[in-house]
C-alpha cells in the first residue's frame, strides 16, 4: 500500500510523540496507537502502518545480539552491556546466544554494525589471505 507524505508526517510525529529521551517508550506507543484507533482520523490505517514500520525499524536498530562459543560469565555480560551501551546509548535489548561454529571468540551484531572476533572469522581472514597471495 501507498502511503501519503501527510500520513508519514503525521507518523513519524507520532513517533516522536513515543520517545522519552530519545529512547521508545513501549506503553507510550501502546497510548498512541489506541488513541489513534479511537479517533480514526483520516488515513489512519496508513498512518499506523507507516508508525509500524517506525517502531520496526527502531527496534531492529536497538537489538544486540552476542553469541559465543560457550556460556559467557555474569561479568563478561555486564562489561560486554556496558561497553555497547557507551557506544550506543540506552535502550538496547540484548540477547546472549551459544554458537558452537564460532570455535571460540565472540561475535556482536547492534542493528547494522558487525564485530567479529570469533576463531572461525579469524581462520577465515587468514585463508582468504593465502588464497590471494
Request: glycine fraction near 8%.
Amino acid at each position: 500500500m501507498k502511503i501519503s507524505k501527510q500520513a508519514q508526517r503525521e507518523a513519524k510525529q507520532l513517533f516522536r510523540a513515543a520517545q522519552v529521551n530519545g529512547v521508545l517508550d513501549e506503553n507510550r506507543a501502546r497510548q498512541i496507537v489506541d488513541h489513534v484507533l479511537a479517533d480514526k482520523p483520516r488515513g489512519y490505517a496508513a498512518i499506523l502502518a507507516h508508525f509500524q514500520r517506525l517502531l520496526k525499524l527502531d527496534f531492529d536498530r536497538r537489538a544486540a545480539v552476542i553469541e559465543s562459543f560457550g556460556p559467557l560469565t555474569p561479568e563478561v555480560e555486564a562489561d560486554v552491556k556496558n561497553n555497547l551501551q557507551k557506544r550506543y546509548g540506552g535502550g538496547l535489548n540484548f540477547n546472549f546466544k551459544q554458537n558452537p561454529d564460532l570455535l571460540g571468540g565472540m561475535r556482536i551484531q547492534v542493528g547494522s554494525d558487525v564485530y567479529d572476533g570469533s576463531v572461525r572469522a579469524r581462520l577465515n581472514s587468514i585463508k582468504e589471505n593465502f588464497e590471494a597471495a
